[in-house]
C-alpha cells in the first residue's frame, strides 16, 4: 500500500522514499503507507513532509489516510480527476493558506444564554457577527480566496495569500490586533492550502 | 516543526486556544472506539451535529432579517426567545452525552461551508 500525498504538475522528483507517479502532466507524490496508530505525531510528520514539498512546488494536499494499492492504482486515481485537479493547481498556484483564530472574552466569546430577553439575545449575537465581520472583511480582500468556518470562537477562517504577500497579511493581522486589545487573534502559517484543495465555491 | 505562530495575541498568550489540543488527542482516539457505548454517543453526536447545524443556518437567516429591519420589535422579541431556548436545549442535550460544543463541529465538507 502507498499513501497519497498531494498532487503536483511540478517535474522535480522528491527525496526517497516519496515516490512521484505520473499521470499525464501530473504527479501524485507518494509515501510508503505505515500501520503504525495515528496520533499527533503521525499527522505532524505528514505535516512536515508536506511542508518541504510545498518549498520547492505548487500542490494540493491530499486528505488524510488516502491510500492505494500501488503505483498503477495511484495513477489511475489521478486521471479521473485530471480535470478538476488541474483546476485545483491553478486556483492554488503560488500560494498558501493561512489560518487565523480569533478569541473574545467573555461573555463575547459564550452564546449569551444569561440574556435578559429575545431582543437582548439577538442583539448580542448580530454584534458578535458584526464584530467577526469587521476582522475577517479586510483580511479577505487581501487574499485570493477565503474561507470562514463554523467554530465555538469569534472567528476561524483560512486565506489563500500569495507567497510574497505573507508578510503584509501579517501585518494587518497585528494591526487589528492591536485596534481590538480585547481580542486575542492567532495567525498561523504558512500551510499547505487545504482549505482550498477542493472548490469553496 | 518550525514555529507555525506568524502573529499572535498580545503577550503572545495562547491559553484561549490551548484546549484544541486534547480536541485532536479526543478526535483520533474515538475515531477507532467502537465499543456498544461510544455507538450511542456516536449516534447522538451526529444527530446533534445536524441539528446544530440547522439552528445555526435559521440563526443566521434571522439575523440578516434583523438587520434588514423588516421585522417588529415583537417579531424581533419572539425570535430571539426561540433561539435563545433552542440555544439552552442543545447545551442540556450536550451536557447529557458528554458532548462539547467543539464535538458537534465536524467538518461537514461543502455543507459546513453553509455556515
Request: aromatic fraction near 4%.
Amino acid at each position: 500500500m502507498i499513501e497519497l500525498l498531494a498532487i503536483t504538475d511540478d517535474a522535480t522528483p522528491p527525496e526517497p522514499p516519496l515516490v512521484a507517479v505520473r499521470s499525464g502532466g501530473l504527479s501524485a507524490l507518494c509515501a510508503p503507507a505505515e500501520d503504525a496508530a495515528v496520533t499527533a505525531d503521525t499527522l505532524w510528520r505528514r505535516e512536515a513532509m508536506l511542508e518541504e514539498l510545498m518549498e520547492d512546488r505548487d500542490l494540493l494536499p491530499v486528505r488524510f489516510g488516502t491510500r492505494v494499492a500501488d503505483e498503477a492504482a495511484a495513477a489511475r486515481a489521478v486521471a479521473e480527476r485530471r480535470t478538476e485537479l488541474e483546476a485545483g493547481l491553478e486556483r492554488v498556484r503560488g500560494a498558501v493558506e493561512l489560518s487565523l483564530r480569533v478569541h473574545a472574552p467573555e461573555p463575547a466569546d459564550a452564546p449569551p444564554p444569561e440574556a435578559s430577553s429575545g431582543s437582548a439575545y439577538m442583539h448580542a449575537k448580530a454584534t458578535r457577527t458584526q464584530a467577526a465581520a469587521r476582522l475577517h472583511e479586510p483580511l479577505a480582500g487581501l487574499a485570493r480566496a477565503s474561507v470562514v468556518r463554523p467554530a465555538p470562537e469569534l472567528l476561524r477562517a483560512a486565506y489563500l495569500i500569495e507567497r510574497e504577500a505573507i508578510e503584509p497579511f501579517v501585518a494587518r493581522v497585528r494591526e487589528l490586533q492591536r485596534e481590538h486589545p480585547a481580542l486575542s487573534l492567532l495567525c498561523t502559517g504558512p500551510w499547505p492550502p487545504y482549505s482550498f484543495a477542493e472548490d469553496p465555491s | 516543526m518550525k514555529d507555525k505562530v506568524l502573529a499572535g495575541p498580545l503577550g503572545r498568550d495562547l491559553d484561549p486556544f490551548a484546549s484544541d489540543r486534547h480536541g485532536l488527542g479526543d478526535a483520533l482516539t474515538r475515531r477507532v472506539n467502537a465499543d456498544p457505548e461510544s455507538v450511542e454517543r456516536g449516534l447522538a453526536q451526529l444527530v446533534l451535529t445536524i441539528v446544530e447545524l440547522l439552528r445555526q443556518l435559521m440563526e443566521r437567516q434571522a439575523l440578516r432579517r434583523v438587520d434588514g429591519g423588516s421585522l417588529s420589535d415583537e417579531q424581533v422579541e419572539r425570535l430571539g426567545r426561540t433561539f435563545m431556548e433552542l440555544d439552552r436545549r442543545m447545551t442540556q442535550l450536550r451536557d447529557e452525552f458528554g458532548l462539547t460544543e467543539e464535538d458537534l463541529n465536524l467538518d461537514l465538507g461543502p455543507l459546513g461551508r453553509l455556515l
